[in-house]
């Protein structure tokens, strides 16, 4: 039956190994990512006019990647894995079973932001329209190494591209809803934010069209994705990680909407600015002229009166 269908490419998720040490795709997924978004992010600071430094990107980054870890082993298990968790709560800390959650990360990534944010005094949201550009890079090659370790497969199906993985005890074909993830997530999300970025918008665009991007996306592919085993389908028809996508529209829509109504605000302050000191300008030399007025016709008085 499964003859007809295509057979998961033979894929070492060991690249090589020197002793206990070995290096996995998935992990160098993940390197080539952070790699990629450090070129990217270095790039666009040395073209900010000087509104970012390299050495600001390093640190952003740095606190990025703190956010991500434990924002998504902690989402992981609290989304995911509660019942562990209770059952044993030094579970949070045993990463070396697996386990991440991108919801989690992604709030671990919100709250990293906020602190970089106030510790360098620039705006949260300004912040986060420099970061999200970057990250459909690392969720691609994640998901690419998603595939390479045959995880995360999708539900059961006959269409003609339908994949059989080995990790799979019922062996059936299945769809590649990792590579789907990757080419939405990854790929379509990259360019739709690249896009937007090319030209100055509005404060907050370019985060809140990542989260409803990347929420949309999410949900399309949670209806081809095989549902956590342990924890199944919700009413019959919406998963956990549609359950998570869903606020992540609704929270960008907000922060294209606030953003929009903080730069407006900006703009007539700014205005207001301008308008005083011209005003104080225009007082100044209506002061001086007057002054100089007032001279010249004493000086004329003095010489009638001589």
Known sequence: MTDK????????????SIGPVSLRWYGTMYLIGFLAALFMANKAADKSNGLW??????????????????????????FYQFDYFLADPLYLLQIWQGGMSFHGGLLGVTLAVLIFARKTNKSFLAVGDFIVPLVPIGLGMGRLGNFINAELWGRQTDVPWAMVFPTDALQVPRHPSQLYEFFLEGVVLFIILYVITRK????????????????????????????????????????????????????????????????????????????????KSTSTSASSSSKKANSSSSIKSAKGNS
């Open 200 to 279: 100055p918008r509005s404060l907050g665009l370019t985060s809140g069209v990542f989260l409803i991007g990347y929420g949309v996306f999410r949900s399309m592919v949670e209806f081809f994705r095989e549902p956590d085993a342990h924890l199944g389908l919700y009413f019959s028809f919406i998963s956990k990680g549609q359950i998570l996508s869903i606020p992540m529209i609704l929270i960008g829509l907000f922060i294209i909407y606030w953003g929009y109504n903080q730069q407006q605000k900006l703009a007539i302050n700014e205005s207001k600015k301008v308008s005083k000191a011209s005003a």
């Open 53 to 78: 430094t390299r050495e600001q990107v390093s640190d952003v980054l740095f606190y990025g990647f703190i956010g991500v870890i434990l924002g998504g082993r902690i989402g992981y298990v609290l």
């Open 5 to 16: 269908f295509l057979q998961f490419p033979v894929i070492d998720p060991i690249i090589f």
